[in-house]
């Protein structure tokens, strides 16, 4: 732009804001500082500063949303994890269950070994069990995030 525009006051007309405000954002993008993308672009250091808060606001919404729905996304993966893991032992138990009873139609004693493996496949079906509820228990990350953010926003304030 030529020194004449730069020292223009006013709202330029819209199409030369949308120009203005992709300018910064690409400065935005880079990585540069306010102060410096207000010298490299010649606009109003006020300008360059409220177009870097509405693009940083932007990701942060951004990063957020998709924060939670990353977490969402892996509870549901822990739970429906807990869910297959439950189904095996179930499985396991339910065979080990046929044995005992293949034995006991024989009148035949119960192996030692296949109680102590109905006793272990319970025990880990109940621990399976607690761990799938307490995942689902869970409460989301939202509310919890929403004051990490407070205590972040207010700890940048004193500073």
């Known amino acids: ?20 405000q992709d300018e910064i954002r690409e ?20 300008t360059v500063t409220k177009y870097f808060n509405e693009s940083y606001e932007q990701e942060r919404k951004v ?13 549901q993966r822990e739970i429906s994890c807990y869910d297959f893991l439950m189904a095996e032992e179930f499985d396991n138990y339910d065979t080990i269950k046929g044995e005992i ?5 024989k009148s035949e004693p119960i192996p030692e070994y296949l109680l102590k493996k109905r006793s272990e496949s319970v025990r880990i079906i109940t621990i399976l069990n607690e ?22 926003i207010e700890d940048a304030k004193k500073e």
């Open 63 to 75: 990063r957020k949303k998709d924060f939670l729905e990353r977490q969402e996304e892996e509870r």
């Open 27 to 46: 400065c935005y993008s880079r990585g540069l500082s306010a102060t410096a993308t207000s010298q490299i672009t010649g606009h109003d250091i006020k």
């Open 101 to 105: 009873a293949k034995a006991m139609k």
């Open 131 to 152: 761990k799938r509820g307490a995942a689902a228990a869970s409460p989301p990350l939202e509310e919890e995030l929403k004051n990490m953010v407070k205590e972040m």
């Open 1 to 20: 732009m030529g020194d004449s525009q730069r020292r223009k006051k006013g709202r330029p007309p819209r199409s030369a804001q949308i120009n203005i």
